[in-house]
């Protein structure tokens, strides 16, 4: 099983929108629509984002959206912060019942 | 609010088994409805899926790690525990338990613990 495929680094200005992709396979992301994202700041545990594609769970704040198409899934994170700098995951279920990841995106706020 | 809590050894050392046990506040872990699992993060490194298991005990686990891995069950103390068998250095990593639900991803995070192979 190979990873899901993340850039390693995007960056913003205080404001800004960014896009984060997550390409995968038939196999994976374009087969179903249970692609999660995730927010890991350094030191700390990650947290959920993004679930089911573009489904946020309670009280995360309606900045952060998620979209899919075909093989790749993206994160928009509009209206840039400083606290948004960290590091992004994207993960995938597959068909053998094994969830995969991304390789981890880092973004730095300018 | 549903809490993970991971706990066993810091360090060790090469070829000994790396164990370590997760317990679950806040939610039933025999209520089903969601899988219990383990994640590793290698120092400066990604998120690695170890397995995870269901209330009835059905465990699934990487492909990559399967033969040296077991995850197990414990409904009466609602907790859940990961052996590794025959560790090297590269097993050093922060291990975090998280639960894992179809429709929400893995939504509840331990803290983690960092496990360090070294003799």
């Known amino acids: 099983q190979s990873a899901l495929t993340q850039p390693a680094s995007v960056s913003g200005s205080p404001g800004q929108s960014i896009n984060i992709s997550c390409t995968g396979t038939?196999?994976?992301?374009?087969?179903?629509?249970?692609v999660s994202w995730y927010q890991q700041h350094p030191g700390k545990a990650p947290t959920l984002l993004i679930h089911?594609?573009?489904n946020r769970p309670s009280g995360l704040s309606n900045r952060f959206s998620g979209s899919k198409s075909g093989n790749t899934a993206s994160l928009t994170i509009s209206g840039l912060q400083a606290e948004d700098e960290a590091y992004y995951y994207c993960?995938?279920?597959?068909?053998?019942?094994?969830?995969?990841f991304g390789g981890g995106t880092k973004l730095t706020v300018l | 609010q549903v809490q993970l809590q991971e706990s066993g050894p810091g360090l060790v050392k090469p070829s000994q088994t790396l164990s370590l046990t997760c317990a679950v506040s806040?939610?039933?872990?025999?209520?089903?409805?969601?899988?219990w699992s383990w994640i590793r993060q290698r120092p400066g490194k990604g998120l690695e899926w170890i397995g995870y298991?269901?209330?009835?005990?059905?465990?699934y686990y990487n492909p990559s790690l399967k033969s040296l891995v077991t995850i197990s069950i414990d409904t009466s103390k609602n907790q859940f525990s990961l052996k590794l068998n025959s560790v090297t250095a590269a097993d050093t990593a922060v291990y975090y338990c998280?639960?894992?639900?179809?429709?929400?991803?893995?939504?509840?995070w331990g803290r983690g613990t960092l496990v360090t192979v070294s003799s």
């Open positions: 298991i269901y209330h009835s005990g059905s465990a």
């Open positions: 998280v639960r894992y639900g179809d429709y929400v991803g893995f939504d509840y």
């Open positions: 089911d594609v573009s």
């Open positions: 806040g939610d039933s872990i025999s209520s089903g409805g969601y899988y």
């Open positions: 993960s995938s279920y597959t068909p053998s019942t094994t969830p995969l």
């Open positions: 038939s196999s994976d992301i374009d087969g179903y629509n249970y």
